[in-house]
Every structure is written in structure tokens, then in C-alpha cells.
């Protein structure tokens, strides 16, 4: 599996932004797909996950109603739309990918097998 993150840049706060993973390797039905970020001397956290082809999505609180997660099989892209950004949004951006993970862990980083090159994201005040 090779996954290969693009789209990120600079934004003013309250804008919108949506970064992109290229995914080649994944099957559709045992795959997780997710999203982290890390910022500046911070650990990597939780961003979102669409679990097994959409049988279940998850959200950080923190870009709970503002981000939304999105996957196509066929294209083989996984999307992270960002809307409302706010300057704590500012990271890199990673997304992965997980075989056979099980739900409860799709908000542990540890539990991916596969991650992207991460994208920066930069928001403005």
C-alpha cells in the first residue's frame, strides 16, 4: 500500500481547504482509512476515520461539524474536506491506512499500517 498526501497550504482563519491521499494498494472492504495531524512539538492525534468502507465514520471533537472525511474505492483517494479553520488547526497532516483494524482503535495511531508523507496545513490569524 502506498499512500501520497497533497493539497495543503496556507489559509486565513474561518476558511476552507480540502487536502487529498492517493492510495494504491487498498481493498475496499477490510481497509481503514484515516487522518492525523501533528503540530509543532505536539504528539500525532486523531483528525478522523472512515472505518471499512463507511460502515462507520469518526471525528475528533475538535473538528467535529467542520471536517469531513471522504473515500473513493474506485479512484482510490481518500479526501479530508476542512471548512470554519482556525489557527489550532495548523499541522502536518498524515493519512493512513489500517488492515482488519477494529473499531475501537481506528483513533490509535499505533494501530496503522500504512501512512502518507504528511501535508502542511498553515492557517492564518
Known amino acids: 500500500v502506498q499512500l501520497q498526501a497533497s493539497g495543503g497550504g496556507l489559509v486565513h482563519a474561518g476558511g476552507s481547504l480540502r487536502i487529498s491521499c492517493a492510495a494504491s494498494g487498498l481493498t475496499s472492504r477490510s481497509d481503514t482509512v484515516g487522518w492525523f495531524r501533528q503540530a509543532p512539538g505536539k504528539e500525532r492525534e486523531f483528525v478522523a476515520a472512515?472505518?471499512?468502507?463507511?460502515?462507520?465514520?469518526a471525528y475528533a471533537d475538535s473538528v467535529k461539524g467542520r471536517f469531513t472525511i471522504a473515500r473513493d474505492n474506485a479512484k482510490g483517494t481518500i479526501s479530508l474536506h476542512m471548512s470554519s479553520l482556525k489557527p489550532e488547526d495548523t499541522a502536518i497532516y498524515y493519512c493512513?491506512?489500517?488492515?482488519?483494524?477494529?473499531?475501537?482503535?481506528?483513533?490509535?495511531?499505533?494501530?496503522?499500517?500504512?501512512w502518507g508523507q504528511g501535508t502542511l496545513v498553515t492557517v492564518s490569524s
Open positions: 472512515n472505518f471499512r468502507t463507511g460502515s462507520s465514520v
Open positions: 493512513a491506512a489500517g488492515r482488519r483494524l477494529i473499531l475501537s482503535s481506528i483513533r490509535n495511531h499505533q494501530a496503522y499500517d500504512y
